[in-house]
């Protein structure tokens, strides 16, 4: 009995410390702290409540129609393509870095450890990808975000096609084979708690989001709807930090590993809670930055544009989409110019750097570094020729 009630005790003293230390939890902590504080409450309630319409409900419903899409297409095998052309294999790799989210980042990078793709296949996808920033990009501004991929596309298949010529297909490949560079692991009980909030809210908050898009005067129920958007923009912000440890600059930077057994609707939660994490910090800096200090990140941009494309390339080559989403963000509110977020989505690897860090070190810093030529050169170039 005793021993049974030290268990017990012991479990609780360390899931109590891992939620301390969790540095998830620092952002709905501190929001929550904005909300009680009166002079920033509207401030804190309306931003909440913008991200979570403007953004959350259109991320979650374009995840939804992706993953249907994407689960009947099959996994493509880079060593048939390899063995048959290395143009073919090169092009299929920027194709699947192009694919919203790492998915297909992950797969070449991993197919590159096992010694199935060339490390040219593997500066290709790296710097083709966008990552989960893609996402959000297509479903404010699609137009936008569609010639982000198409320009990914060319820019990955021209960097993989100039480095097939200086390096042989297998340069940087690790001697050790890993069979998988993401592993699986069970739900976690917050996004099984969260899961039947998203089936009754997913579509009301479509239809509340539509409306504010096309500007419709909501009336008497303007107050109760964004209190309500505030309220589920701070509910999805609390799972996505309880779905981590969050100890680690990948556990806070990255999206979470992969369910086992395969969800589509918790892999849409996932997904739409980190981009909303990052986005709603996104604007809440925007928002005090303005408020607080007066600083206008618009101007200043436009006053130093040129620096745009080269801050814009500095924040891709940190790894994870989490930075990256803040660049998209800044972009979506008229911050910062299209030639940074090119320069930004050519040079960022997205969440498929962590694992080729982990597998092929030497092939993820030099692909990074390559990855930074174009991104410069695209950045630039749309920065003092494109109309």
């Not at 989490?322 to 940074?340: D, E, M, R």
Request: proline share 6%; net charge neutral.
């Amino acid at each position: 009995m005793l021993s049974q009630s030290y268990s017990v005790t012991t479990r609780s003293r360390s899931a109590l410390s891992s939620l301390l230390v969790n540095k998830r939890l620092l952002l709905p902590f501190l929001l929550c702290l904005a909300v009680a504080f009166e002079p920033l409450r509207a401030l804190t309630i309306a931003t909440l409540a913008d991200a979570f319409f403007q953004v959350s409900v259109f991320v979650a419903g374009t995840l939804a129609i992706y993953y249907f899409l994407i689960d009947r297409l099959p996994q493509l095998e880079l060593s048939y393509l390899k063995a048959k052309s290395p143009v073919l294999e090169i092009a299929m790799a920027a194709v699947l870095g192009a694919l919203p989210g790492c998915g297909g980042a992950i797969i070449v990078v991993t197919q590159f450890t096992k010694g199935q793709a060339s490390f040219a296949s593997v500066v290709a996808v790296l710097t083709a990808t966008m990552g989960d920033a893609a996402f959000l990009l297509l479903a404010k501004q699609p137009i936008e975000g569609l010639i982000i991929i198409a320009l990914g596309i060319a820019v990955g298949i021209a960097s993989g096609l100039i480095v097939n010529l200086l390096h042989k297909p297998e340069f940087c490949q690790p001697n050790l084979q890993s069979k998988n560079a993401i592993q699986c692991k069970a739900p976690s009980p917050a996004i099984r708690f969260s899961e039947p909030v998203w089936r009754w809210a997913l579509i009301p908050s479509l239809i509340i989001a539509l409306l504010i898009a096309f500007n419709t005067n909501l009336g008497v129920f303007t107050q109760p709807v964004e209190l309500a958007g505030a309220a589920l923009a701070i509910f999805a912000l609390t799972i996505w930090a309880l779905s981590s440890k969050g100890q680690s600059y990948r556990e806070v930077t990255a999206e979470d590993d992969e369910q086992d057994p395969p969800s589509k609707l918790a892999k849409v939660i996932h997904d739409t809670h980190f981009v909303t994490a990052w986005v709603v910090a996104s604007f809440m800096l925007y928002e005090l930055s303005v408020a607080l200090f007066g600083l206008d990140l618009a101007a200043w941009f436009n006053e130093y544009a040129v620096f745009a494309p080269l801050i814009a390339v500095a924040i891709g080559l940190l790894p994870g989409c989490g930075p990256q989403i803040v660049v998209t963000t800044l972009y979506i509110q008229g911050i910062l110019p299209f030639s940074a977020l090119a320069a930004n989505a050519v040079a960022n690897d997205g969440d498929a750097l962590f694992p080729a860090l982990a597998l092929a070190p030497g092939a993820a810093v030099l692909a990074t570094v390559y990855s930074a030529i174009p991104a410069l050169l695209v950045g630039y170039g749309l920065y003092y020729f494109a109309v």
